[in-house]
């Protein structure tokens, strides 16, 4: 009985889960757009010209928040797809955290490597699509667990 009266012991959302508040408002984020994408009515398109561009085909979000010791929960909504391979790289030199190959939501948790830039790069991969939103939170803002 005793035991749940230290507020220690209490998980604060029942699933063990704990996140921080959206750090990126997707229509109003800081976006370096490069070869084919585009941002029109709150949609990220890219219309196939980056294909083979590498990384001169990224959209670079910046955040003075995201934090380099820290870990977050990264999702992209993809509302459509015609065709290659979306990469989320935490970095520009880092291997790739995600390879997005559809429409959906594609979820993936890790860190930022060597900068505050979030790299979603359709060249290597010849992405044909849109992203209808980004959400990035930061997991364990208090530090309340140990990651494993």
Known sequence: MGFWDDSQNIVLNGDYEELGSEIVDFPNASMTLETGWSFTS???TQDGSGAGQGSSADVN???T???L???YK???TVS???SGDLHL???PNTNV????NGTGEFTVYGGFYLDNNLHLRAGYGNFVGSISNISIKQVDPNDRWSLG
């Not at 955290?97 to 997005?100: G, H, K, R, V």
């Open 42 to 44: 709150n949609i990220l």
């Open 69 to 71: 010791n820290k870990q």
């Open 97 to 100: 955290a995600l390879n997005i």
């Open 80 to 82: 459509s797809y015609t």
């Open 89 to 91: 790289l935490l970095s």
């Open 61 to 63: 979000i910046a955040n």
């Open 65 to 67: 928040s995201f934090d």
């Open 74 to 76: 990264f999702t992209i």
